[in-house]
């Protein structure tokens, strides 16, 4: 279904007026690893993809949100639009297609919206979705932002979010879901757009939408492998300058994306590299924190997102799914970098991470857009010790209203 243009004319202010605080020990999976004054690392992870989702959004909108997202967590394609989205300070919930799951109609009931935004055409979330979720929207309200396809429905959210244009617009390929879900937290702090693309090819609906936005400058996220060159050059009829972050693999590009966005003492997301769920709803979370997101395989940390954590030395840090997604062993590596970096600048002070740094080109290969997702694990009890009080979130800013 084509996206309406009554959007633009019907749009009045929903600015939120909370400012999202994390609450210690609310969730039974919700552990901190932290002696006294040290950096923290919490793992928020439930039964099933649609309970982490449901988790994150809990653990981060303790106090409710006037606008939540609800994206496919059986597929990747449209939900991609929805992690940027979040980034202007609204929860992501996943859903079947054809039927609400019980964690994310709980976690609907919890945050009492006053409006539901589905991102997605038809074959992703069905009308019978959205009927069951309008009883938990105050105004009865729930909106469908979609296209035809993966591509026109990130060409309809911007249109939404960006009605008069963007100077910076990503581009990340529509055929693989890590370098977008890396690159939806660069995008929510620019802010701009996160546009879809094929390897050697622009959709229309992305040129289009290119052309409204006139953007001066556009970002490639991934490298050769998954954009090549012949996208770059479309790219640069549309913007003066065209840059290119990527890596060698999936979680190089993450590491790439990171570098860029990045302050000492912010916030960071941790999720497996093969889950698209658990990334979806992590970039999500780490586009409201203002921090990247970084994959993982289950059982060791990269020797380069290693790196980065000593580079960045994050204040904070949060790990999304069960043991069998990032295993105990990640989480003990993390930790030990974080309390080493934190012996090391006594002086570092936690601070929410600021995503606008202008960013410098790079060209290498990316992740292959072949991986398949895997379900997101269940979690399981980890000894944890005492956590400092936690650190306010950042103020949730102005949602786009519905159609």
Not at 285 to 308: K, M, N, Q, W
């Amino acid at each position: 279904m084509a996206f309406s243009p009554r959007a633009s004319n019907r749009r009045i202010a929903l600015v939120l007026g909370l400012t999202a605080v994390f609450a210690v020990g609310v969730l039974p999976w919700s552990h901190w690893f932290a002696a006294g004054g040290a950096p923290d690392v919490r793992r928020l992870g439930g039964t099933d993809r649609f309970a982490t989702a449901a988790s994150i959004s809990a653990d981060l909108f303790p106090a409710g949100s006037r606008v939540v997202y609800v994206a496919s967590g059986e597929t990747f394609p449209d939900a991609l639009a929805a992690a940027a989205a979040a980034g202007r300070g609204a929860p992501v919930l996943l859903t079947a297609g054809k039927k609400l799951p019980p964690a994310t109609a709980t976690e609907l009931a919890r945050l009492h919206p006053q409006l539901i935004v589905a991102v997605g055409g038809f074959s992703a979330i069905s009308d019978s979705v959205l009927a069951a979720m309008r009883p938990y929207a105050t105004t009865g309200i729930v909106s469908r932002y979609a296209g035809i396809d993966r591509f026109s429905t990130a060409a309809a959210v911007s249109r939404v979010l960006f009605p008069n244009g963007s100077p910076t617009v990503f581009l990340a390929t529509g055929l693989a879901y890590p370098d977008a879900t890396a690159g939806a937290p660069a995008a929510a702090g620019q802010p701009g757009p996160l546009l879809l693309v094929g390897r050697d090819s622009v959709p229309l609906a992305t040129t289009v939408e290119l052309s409204r936005l006139r953007p001066s400058r556009i970002v490639l996220v991934g490298g050769p492998e998954v954009i090549s060159d012949a996208v770059a050059k479309v790219a640069s009829h549309y913007a003066d300058t065209v840059r290119q972050w990527g890596g060698a693999t999936r979680i190089d590009t993450s590491v790439t994306v990171a570098n860029r966005i990045s302050t000492k003492g912010g916030w960071t997301v941790i999720a497996n590299e093969w889950s698209f769920s658990d990334g979806i709803v992590g970039a999500a979370a780490a586009s409201f924190l203002g921090g990247p997101i970084l994959f993982t395989d289950s059982a060791s940390l990269s020797r380069s997102v290693a790196d980065e954590l000593r580079r960045n030395a994050p204040g904070h840090v949060i790990v999304i799914g069960g043991t069998e997604a990032v295993s105990t062993t990640v989480v003990d590596q993390i930790t030990e970098i974080m309390r080493a970096s934190a012996s090391t600048e006594p002086s570092a002070t936690p601070s929410a991470s600021d995503a606008s740094q202008t960013a410098t080109a790079s060209a290498s290969d990316s992740a292959s857009p072949t991986a398949s997702p895997s379900p997101t694990a269940t979690a399981t009890a980890v000894p944890v010790t005492p956590a400092p009080t936690a650190t306010p979130a950042p103020t949730a800013t102005p949602v786009p209203p519905p159609p």
